[in-house]
């Protein structure tokens, strides 16, 4: 199991995110981002929402940085470790732009795009950006289908019940030949829509219990990624046995990656976290045999 890290700073999620991450920058996330880079450590996530409504951004936050912006300076600031979308959510966009957008992501970064994809759920969001609520889930899906149809490919051509289109070039596109797709969600159509169109499934909000069970019952293609969240922030510098408790029930649930959220007091001192993190899951002398 390989572990990518919960980007700090990007979002401000009750209960998971620190104090010193309000007023930090993007100067102390590149510190981060280095730090993960150097460590070994398999991605670094930013995740969308436009608009959060007052009332839901007190459950579920109101920062979120734009994942474009974020992962394009990142990309300059990293040379290894992964940036992964977590998530978009696919019916703000039409395909193309994503593929223009992220394709170009891809190139800068010299192939280390992940885009997770999810429906989306905020129903006041959708509304906003004049994007279909009711209708998300068959739109995503061929959305999905039209972005992997699309990602990799200078004409792209695609012809679905939502989205038709050939005879253009897009340039740049994605230099991966095939982009990793992440399909977010926690219901098992999510986890049907992963595999039928996805490289991996990142699910929220369930039970490492139940997941269990989903992931047990699924028949997963040949290295597909069960990426799950270690839960509650760890504290590997403070509390090594406890956050090897928590990767060996993450990995025993059927996670062949684990996100993982660190607790810390400053920049300085989560990159304290994530050394220790390094040593307990053995990252370091992987990311020494890779430089």
């Known amino acids: 199991m390989r572990l990518g890290i919960n980007s700090p700073v990007v979002t401000a999620v009750p209960g998971v995110h620190s104090p010193w991450e309000r007023t930090a920058g993007i100067e102390e996330l590149g510190v981060v981002a280095e730090a993960a880079d150097r460590l070994g450590f398999d991605h670094l996530t930013c995740s969308e929402h436009v608009a959060v409504p007052v009332g839901v951004a007190a459950q579920r936050g109101g920062t979120y940085w734009d994942p474009l912006a974020t992962f394009g300076y990142l990309a300059a600031r990293t040379r290894r470790i992964r940036l ?8 703000y966009h039409h395909p193309l732009a994503l593929a223009k957008r992220y394709g170009t992501l891809d190139r800068v970064s010299g192939g280390r795009l992940v885009l997770g994809l999810g429906v989306g759920s905020l129903e006041e969001e959708f509304r906003l950006l004049g994007a279909d609520f009711e209708g998300r889930g068959a739109l995503a899906d061929d959305a999905i289908a039209a972005l992997r149809a699309s990602l990799s490919e200078r004409e792209p051509a695609y012809h679905g019940e939502h989205f038709d289109y050939e005879g253009l070039v897009v340039e740049p596109h ?7 797709l992440w399909i977010g969600g926690r219901t098992p159509r999510s986890l049907r829509r ?9 699910p929220f909000g369930l039970s490492l219990e139940r997941l269990g069970e989903m992931v047990g019952a699924a028949c997963l293609p040949e290295g597909f990624e069960v990426v799950l ?5 760890l504290d590997p510098s403070g509390d090594a ?9 993450v990995s025993e649930a059927g996670a062949t990656l684990a996100g993982v959220s ?6 300085g001192h989560y990159v304290e976290q994530l050394e220790a993190l390094a040593g307990i899951a053995g990252l370091v002398a992987d990311a020494e045999a890779r430089a």
């Open 241 to 249: 046995e406890g956050t090897r408790t928590a990767l060996r029930k």
């Open 262 to 267: 660190l607790t810390a007091d400053s920049a």
């Open 174 to 180: 994605a230099v991966q030949d095939r982009v990793p």
């Open 229 to 233: 969240s270690a839960g509650r922030p």
């Open 84 to 91: 992964a979308t977590q998530v978009l959510v696919v019916g």
């Open 194 to 202: 992963a595999v039928a169109h996805g490289d991996g499934w990142v």
